[in-house]
């Protein structure tokens, strides 16, 4: 059964930084894609980044980049989405998804 999940519910400041977490079981992590989606408020499902499996390749949502940046350990099985200089608009819940599955998702609240 694949399972992921999310870690690092945070409030942060706008211009703050924030670290999310997704640990993977269930498939074999090391030989996938990864991806970081993200509903904001009374919104729909938005993309936000995917990694390759050794990596070293990733593409990013113009909304988020230069300030997100997603890695990943294939030794843990953990997807990371390393997030900076945040806005107000980054405010949604999290998730990690790999294929058709997803997370249980984590808030991310940018708020003064």
């Known amino acids: 059964e694949v399972q992921l999940v999310e870690s690092g519910v945070g409030l942060v400041q706008p211009g703050g930084s924030l670290r999310l977490s997704c640990a993977a079981s269930g498939f074999t992590f090391s030989t996938t894609a990864m991806n970081w989606v993200r509903q904001a408020p009374g919104k729909g499902l938005e993309w936000v980044s995917t990694i390759l499996r050794d990596g070293g390749t990733t593409w990013y949502a113009d909304s988020v980049k230069g300030r997100f940046t997603i890695s990943r350990d294939n030794a843990k099985n953990t997807l990371y989405l390393h997030m900076n200089s945040l806005k107000p608009e980054d405010t949604a819940v999290y998730y990690c998804?790999?294929?058709?599955?997803r997370g249980q998702g984590t808030q991310v609240t940018v708020s003064s």
């Open positions: 998804s790999h294929g058709l599955n």
